[in-house]
């Protein structure tokens, strides 16, 4: 397919924009971010070096933002249709015929997978083609169950798509054997995993729940998008939000949320990260990419598959819950 090729070329570009950090440190804070130097910039060596490195970081973001855009604007139409599940018996009509009868063998029970599913869901306006790089990295280290869901951009309701994710999941557990999964949802899809665990019982059914750049306690930003229903459910104190805030006592679901520091999406930044007193939560700020970068960075990804694999996660005792860090830039 020539466009999904056009696209993946772009691909290493994205990554080389920002360097990935070889490990996943827990950072208390911010570092001061300084500039060794640009001899190329006149001006800049006077500046000080938490603004220039501050304003270098801005515009590397930007720029791995841009690039991040238009490489998936030519994969967008990769994922429009649903994808294709193969089925066990797919192979089956290439064995050969045998003349003889052979007595039946016994029954074998398959093992049990040693890691659940991951279900993918992306965010407004999107497809699963933002999980490519993803699902590639969690596919690469062992997670042989990963499913990445479409949802309508026609969907109004944030309920009504929590209800349908409901639905792909039990169809899922029923199709791989496993009694849960774990769920890594970007942006909307996010809220609309969270949706699904805490007010339709789904912490029965998801394991851990990773969110990158969702708006737990809704966004601010681009007013005039309200004409859309789905956004206005996405601001502060709207009904769903409210609805999410409330009580949500011996919920069995695992949060970890990834909130970056350079994402125009959240507003206030801080939205991204979730707090309640009733969920087990992490939530780890990643310094030095924006929105579009948090499901694609591959720095972010390990940090995916470290949540994702370790079992029982600290809770961030820090005061609203924002400990943790991951710098990327």
């Avoid at 557990?173 to 496993?178: D, N, P």
């Avoid at 409330?246 to 069995?252: E, S, T």
Wanted: glycine share 8%.
């Amino acid at each position: 397919m020539k466009v999904t090729t056009a696209a993946l070329s772009l691909l290493p570009l994205c990554q080389r924009l920002l360097p990935a950090l070889p490990a996943f440190p827990a950072l208390p804070a911010l570092p001061t971010l300084t500039l060794p130097g640009l001899p190329g910039l006149p001006g800049m060596a006077a500046l000080p070096g938490r603004v220039t490195g501050l304003s270098l970081t801005l515009l590397k973001a930007t720029a791995l933002e841009a690039a991040i855009l238009a490489g998936h604007l030519l994969l967008y139409p990769y994922g429009i249709t649903p994808e294709r599940r193969t089925a066990p018996d797919t192979f089956r009509a290439a064995t050969p015929v045998r003349t003889t009868p052979e007595p039946p063998a016994p029954a074998a029970q398959l093992p049990a997978p040693a890691s659940p599913p991951v279900v993918l869901l992306h965010g407004f306006i999107d497809n699963r083609s933002v999980f490519l790089l993803l699902r590639r990295s969690l596919a690469q280290h062992g997670r042989q169950q990963v499913e990445s869901l479409n949802y309508s951009p026609l969907t109004c309701d944030i309920r009504c798509a929590a209800e349908l994710l409901g639905r792909h999941i039990e169809e899922i557990c029923e199709r791989t054997g496993s009694d849960r999964v774990d769920v890594v949802g970007h942006s909307l899809g996010g809220l609309i995993a969270r949706y699904y665990v805490q007010r339709l019982g789904g912490d029965r059914r998801v394991r851990t729940l990773v969110t990158l750049g969702t708006p737990h306690a809704g966004t601010r930003v681009v007013p005039l998008a309200n004409a859309h229903p789905i956004v206005r459910q996405m601001r502060p104190g709207s009904a769903v939000i409210e609805e999410l805030a409330r009580p949500a006592p011996g919920c069995r679901t695992r949060f970890v949320s990834f909130w970056s520091d350079l994402d125009r999406v959240m507003d206030p930044l801080e939205t991204a990260c979730l707090d309640h007193p009733d969920l087990t939560v992490r939530n780890i700020r990643v310094t030095g990419i924006g929105h579009l970068a948090l499901p694609v960075h591959p720095a972010v990804a390990n940090g995916i598959r470290e949540a994702l694999d370790t079992p029982d996660p600290t809770t961030d005792a820090a005061a609203g819950g924002h400990g943790g860090g991951l710098t990327v830039a």
